[in-house]
């Protein structure tokens, strides 16, 4: 698929390049293809360690696992299944990729699973980034016309942290950040990239903050006395389907589909699939986290809402005006 607009080809500062959007399984049909574009070397560029994936399971996941067949396992005599369609779009400017986004669709629940998007930080700017996430929307919504919206998972931000860290900045006039600062920083920054293409955030009625779900160790093969330590906290973010009936009356119920989706049918089946009789008590870690998880927001009043507020828009503001680059 072509890019509609090629002037942004001129972002890298190399003058006009032809750009274009490839996806696996349409037009990236096999692991050497895929491994051709570089958009594995891009991923290892764009995410630390700790947020990666195997390139071996993402080549997996993307061309022979979660290709839209119903899966069969069983774990303690316990039959069951699960259909997943992941999908990697690339953008490309003559012919190398300079942007991924890793979707997964869940049949279950119709739900899109943003896994990773991503752009080169020499192509920045201009509106790339945006217009390269509305053209992969528009053909998600082609290939999975009953999908219903996309979500994601974000790290929480602290705001406390954030407005120490800047006021020091301002204070003391210093450019360096210190590794853990400039990881607050990033979550904010996430954050508001999604708050401007307009995600919203799964939050307690009553107070307005973000419910935290707790992501279960993506390492089975740990001892699993280790799980525990592998556990993340994050916010879910939202964005329904343009047109899709508005989702606010059924916030809640949302909630716990999209919570199942990603932990359970996306995340502990997939894994578990792979070595059903190994991971067994895997999966009862698992389960039993999402369990809790949908347990402890069961009396909440779940309300969707902008995950920015004008004190964090004022903090955003404050730290553009720093004009200083993260490493």
Known sequence: MRFPNDRHGEAAGEGPQPLDIVVTRRDVLDEASFRSTGVLDLYEELFPASERDSADDIVRWLLSDDVGERRHFSVGGRKMSYRLDSRCFILRAAGRAIGLGFFT???????????????????????????????????????????????????????????????????????????????????????????????????????????????????????????????????????????????????????????TAIYVEILAKSLVAADPIGRRFYWDYATALVARTLQLTATTDVHLARCLGDDDRQLLSRWRRLVIDLI
């Open 105 to 259: 669709y869940d049949h279950a629940s119709d739900l899109i699973y943003c896994n990773h998007v991503g752009i080169g930080t020499a192509w920045r700017g201009g509106g790339l980034a945006h217009a390269f996430y509305r053209q992969m929307v528009g053909m998600l919504d082609a290939l999975f016309p009953r999908n219903i919206g996309v979500v994601l998972e974000v790290e929480p931000f602290d705001r406390d942290r954030l407005q120490t860290i800047i006021a020091d900045l301002e204070r003391a006039g210093r450019r360096q950040l210190e590794a853990d600062e400039q990881a607050e920083l990033r979550r904010l920054l996430r954050v508001s990239w999604y708050d401007r293409l307009g995600y919203s955030v799964f939050c307690d009625a009553r107070t307005m903050r973000p419910l935290e779900c707790c992501s279960p160790c993506l390492y089975p093969s740990l001892p699993s006395s280790d799980w525990a330590a592998g556990e993340e906290s994050y916010w879910l973010m939202w964005q329904a389907r343009t047109g899709a009936p508005s989702a606010e009356m059924r916030a809640g119920l949302l909630w716990h589909q999209a919570t």
